[in-house]
């Protein structure tokens, strides 16, 4: 529900191999603009890294969303928001993320955003913040 605080393009190694693309895209959401309609006795999660937090439907094992920094930030992959127009620009890809490990050039004008997740997780800063940062 709501517009996503940003869409990432994310080439990370991560990403890759949990998507089986060569990167994924997904809406990043703060907790209070998130709803899931899967209930969690549905999903099943995996820790992909200390911060990250990653569930699939135990049906099929498709991605259905992240938690990042504990909970305080919701990531969404395109393929999981089945009632957003791909026309939608509130969910047109802001930036790249980690895109020294892409396996495919891109040729387009966003942005390589220099995000830590890591870094994100234990300053407690808003993600809104954080992308403020990185574009300027």
């Known amino acids: ?63 259905v969303y992240a938690t990042l920094g504990k909970g305080k930030t919701y990531v969404v992959p ?15 890809p802001t930036h790249h993320m980690h895109y020294k490990q892409r396996v495919i050039d891109v040729e387009d004008e966003l942005p390589n955003a220099k995000i830590c997740w890591n870094q994100y997780a234990r300053t407690g800063r808003s993600l809104e913040s954080i992308f403020r940062l990185a574009s300027d």
């Open 1 to 63: 529900r709501g517009r996503p605080v940003a869409v990432s393009i994310c080439h990370c190694t991560v990403c890759r191999r949990l998507s089986g693309g060569a990167f994924s895209i997904q809406s990043l959401h703060s907790k209070n603009n998130f709803s899931c309609a899967a209930e969690e006795v549905d999903l099943w999660s995996i820790q992909s890294s200390p911060n990250v937090t990653r569930y699939r439907c135990k049906e099929c094992g498709s991605p």
């Open 78 to 92: 395109r393929s999981a928001l089945t009632n957003v127009a791909k026309d939608d620009e509130c969910f047109a």
